[in-house]
T-cell receptor
Framework: GENVEQHPSTLSVQEGDSAVIKCTYS??????FPWYKQELGKGPQLIID?????GEKKDQRIAVTLNKTAKHFSLHITETQPEDSAVYFC?????????FGAGTQVVVTP | EAQVTQNPRYLITVTGKKLTVTCSQN?????MSWYRQDPGLGLRQIYY???????DKGDVPEGYKVSRKEKRNFPLILESPSPNQTSLYFC????????????FGNGTRLTVT
């Protein structure tokens, strides 16, 4: 089955700086890679996703890149704000089954 | 409002006392799933259901049961809870398409003493 590894486990950034979270996956047949954001006391919520036929996707301050050859994908958050503080999960999908990474706790300090 | 509703939000119980966590969605989604979240382990799938009366094991099904008698409801049953089932549980749903977004409930914090 698919195995997704996520790094770092915690990330502290100064407000206004950029944050990058990296994930690797094991099965080259995986074709869908969503990112979820979990705020305190809530369930995860999809923030952006990318399919295997696309190399990069951007939505305002967040972007995701995918390198199929190296089997890794990354989340980039620019101009971080306090409301970006949360736990972020990457995931890889193989045959409709999502495998989640372990999560990254992002703390944006003023 | 489209949502997934879990109850209860918090539950403290003792070893061996059967419990049920309810999950209901109002989006007419075919697919529903249960996850547990533990520090350093991310979200691990317990059971999932592709539609009414169709359920299957996820990655960590031991000690859990589910049923899907109606499309909107997907309860999680712990027949004999043990302390290693202390965790944060999430129910989620999506349409039948594998690349459609998962909608999560707000979680159930379970403590088994």
């Amino acid at each position: 089955g698919e195995n997704v590894e996520q790094h770092p486990s915690t990330l502290s950034v100064q407000e206004g700086d950029s944050a990058v979270i990296k994930c690797t996956y094991s099965d080259s047949a995986s074709n869908y890679f969503p990112w979820y954001k979990q705020e305190l006391g809530k369930g995860p919520q999809l923030i952006i996703d990318i399919r295997s036929n696309v190399g990069e996707k951007k939505d305002q301050r967040i972007a995701v890149t995918l390198n199929k050859t190296a089997k890794h994908f990354s989340l980039h958050i620019t101009e971080t704000q306090p409301e970006d503080s949360a736990v972020y999960f990457c995931a890889g999908s193989l045959g409709g089954k999502l495998q989640f990474g372990a999560g990254t706790q992002v703390v944006v300090t003023p | 409002e489209a949502q997934v509703t879990q109850n209860p939000r918090y539950l403290i119980t003792v070893t061996g006392k059967k419990l049920t966590v309810t999950c209901s969605q109002n989006m007419n989604h075919e697919y529903m799933s249960w996850y547990r979240q533990d520090p350093g382990l991310g979200l691990r799938q317990i059971y999932y259901s592709m539609n009414v009366e169709v359920t299957d094991k996820g990655d960590v099904p031991e000690g859990y049961k589910v049923s899907r008698k109606e499309k909107r409801n997907f309860p999680l049953i712990l027949e004999s809870p043990s302390p290693n089932q202390t965790s944060l549980y999430f129910c989620a749903s999506r349409t039948g398409t594998g690349t459609s977004p998962l909608h999560f409930g707000n979680g159930t914090r379970l403590t088994v003493t």
